[in-house]
């Protein structure tokens, strides 16, 4: 995968038109990823679009680091939500299973009811945690991304995310217990 990235990458430094390999297989993951962030479905076009034009436009100086294009990808995602929360002066909590594709949709009623039950459970435990600690267990277990991955987005080193993962699970686990 970290290879076929790479050539991609490349290529499309070479030639522009071939960024689009890129786009579509990285689009889907940036689009969740925004849309659990926002759920105006406007702002969340507008938020992926200007991800997408920013690493087109600064492509050629992105510097390969023997990572995933998508951490790079999901760094300048995070970067506009934030500024754009910034610029809004709001914060919205989002359902998870938004932006997730469905692909069955005969579920058990029995099944989906628990479920309903531990998402909502899950997002107050998320709600109560600080926005930092927040994000890092989104991108760590919801978008799954490694904790190197994870420094390069947050700008922190991957030890220091190691630490805040641990201390965060710390504080969910002590959040449930008192539910």
């Known amino acids: ?63 390969w680091r023997g990572f995933a294009f998508s951490c790079w990808l999901y760094k300048i995602a995070h970067n506009n939500v934030l500024k754009w929360y910034r610029e809004q002066g709001k914060m919205q909590m989002v359902d998870l299973d938004e932006g997730a594709n469905m692909a069955d949709l005969r579920v058990n009623t029995v099944k989906e009811a628990i479920d309903n039950e531990s998402k909502t459970e899950i997002q107050e435990i998320l709600a109560k945690l600080e926005p930092e600690e927040r994000e890092i267990i989104r991108l760590k277990f919801f978008e799954e991304v490694s904790n190197i991955e994870i420094s390069e987005i947050m700008g922190l ?23």
Do not use: W
């Open 157 to 179: 080193s991957a030890n220091h995310i190691g630490v805040k993962v641990f201390r965060a699970l710390k504080k969910v686990k002590q959040l449930l217990s008192q539910n």
């Open 1 to 63: 995968m970290l290879e076929q990235d790479r050539k991609l990458v490349e290529e499309a430094k070479r030639d522009p038109q071939k960024f689009a390999a890129l786009y579509d297989m990285y689009f889907d993951r940036i689009y969740r990823y925004v849309y659990r962030r926002c759920s105006d479905k406007d702002t969340v076009h507008d938020l992926v679009s200007q991800t997408f034009y920013d690493a087109f436009a600064h492509l050629k100086n992105y510097e």
